[in-house]
Each structure stands twice: as structure tokens, then as C-alpha cells.
């Protein structure tokens, strides 16, 4: 995600839009998009179930005093911030957690069940022209929408759009604030976002409380099936 330059400015565009203040991501893998979204957002939580991976984003974000790295199943932190009223009055959710067994995602979701006051991007999305997740299902409008009706009936849907999608390259990213290229991990990342395109190009799934102008995204119809 944070090597697609379209979606952090929808990403950026609705926090202006809709003063988000926190950003919770769910599956932190090496802290380099924690890192990225830390110089963006007041607050970023971040989490993982993965040692390794916890140990290597907290030592990556350990100069920044807006982030904070729990770890646990998603769905559970994002139950316990909810009990202790931690979330903030539009929080942004970026769902990225997977490649496990257990897909979190529709736990994920009836976690926020009656909070409708929130943003999700479900990352890895199926949408025409892009790479999505599928573990014994694809990730798609009908395997989500349910749970997403009841974190709210009114909810409006959009994708990102092939045709507008802009991809740093690494020379383009040393001007970016909040990348490090001079980092291995970074560098490795951009390297492997650019070796094919199906790691290159992600879908996203974007529920936000209204309707959207000026965004360079597709709207996308509950499905009634």
C-alpha cells in the first residue's frame, strides 16, 4: 500500500476530509508501512501475533513517540481498544493481516460491529486488474459485506481505479517523507513491490460513513445476492 503514491493520497485526502487523528493497522510485518504512516498520522497502533515481526517494528519505529506496537490477534486488540475507549471519533482501520492459517478479516470486522463512526481499507481486495488475497475464499464484496453492514448499514463502498495508480519507484521515494531507502528492508521491499506486477498493483476496499467527491476511486453497489 505504501508504495502505491494514489492510495496514501485517498488515505491522506480522507483524513483531511474527515479528521481522522488514529490509524490502526493489523499485521505489522516489518514495521516499514507503521514507520511510513507514523509521519502522517497523530497516532498509529500497530499489531501482530508474529515475535520476529513485533521485535523488528518496534526497534524501527523505537524513535517515535505516536506509535504504539501490541501484540495479539487483531480482532481481539481491536475488541480491547474498544472496551477501554481508546478509539477515537473517526479512527481509520487499514486491515492487512494474513498469511496464516486464521484470516482474521471477518473477526476483524464483527469487532467493530455497531461503530459505524470509523473509516476501513481492506487492503488486498479483488478488484478488476489487481493482485487479492484468497485463503479458501476470495476477498471480495460478498465475503465481507455482511460484517460490513453491521459496523454500519450506511456505509458507501469504493475501490481504487487501475488506470489511476502511480507507483514510487525508489528514486521517486527518497523524496517521500517517511521512507528510509537507505534501509535493507525498505529496499527490499520496493525491490519486490517492482518484480511483477501482481505485487505491484493491490486492490483496496474503501467504507467510509458517506459519499466520496473528488476521489480518484470507483463506487462500488452493496450486492444484494
Not at 183 to 209: I, K
Request: overall charge negative; glycine content about 4%.
Amino acid at each position: 500500500m505504501w508504495f502505491d503514491k494514489t492510495a496514501i493520497d485517498v488515505m491522506l485526502k480522507l483524513r483531511d476530509d474527515f479528521g481522522v487523528k488514529l490509524l490502526i493497522e493489523t499485521g505489522s510485518y516489518l514495521g516499514v508501512g507503521t514507520r511510513f504512516f507514523a509521519h502522517y498520522f497523530d497516532q498509529v497502533i500497530t499489531c501482530d501475533v508474529n515475535d520476529e515481526y513485533l521485535s523488528i517494528t518496534r526497534q524501527r519505529v523505537k524513535d517515535l513517540d505516536n506509535v504504539r506496537v501490541l501484540k495479539g490477534s487483531s480482532p481481539n486488540i481491536i475488541k480491547d481498544l474498544r472496551d477501554r475507549n481508546e478509539l477515537s471519533v473517526m479512527p481509520m482501520f487499514f486491515l492487512d493481516a494474513h498469511w496464516y492459517a486464521y484470516w482474521p478479516i471477518l473477526d476483524e470486522l464483527s469487532a467493530l460491529k455497531d461503530y459505524p463512526k470509523c473509516i476501513i481499507l481492506i487492503h488486498d481486495f479483488k478488484v478488476d486488474g489487481f493482485w487479492y488475497d484468497s485463503y479458501g475464499h476470495d476477498l471480495d464484496l460478498p465475503y465481507v459485506q455482511q460484517k460490513l453492514k453491521e459496523v454500519n448499514p450506511n456505509f458507501s463502498f469504493y475501490t481504487n481505479v487501475r488506470e489511476e495508480i502511480h507507483i514510487w519507484t525508489k528514486e521517486e521515494a527518497k523524496t517521500v517523507k517517511g521512507f528510509n531507502i537507505a534501509d535493507p528492508e525498505t529496499t527490499m521491499l520496493f525491490d519486490h513491490a517492482w518484480v511483477s506486477e501482481d505485487r505491484r498493483y493491490r486492490g483496496c476496499l474503501y467504507a467510509v460513513p458517506s459519499e466520496l467527491k473528488g476521489y480518484p476511486l470507483k463506487k462500488v453497489e452493496w450486492n444484494s445476492d
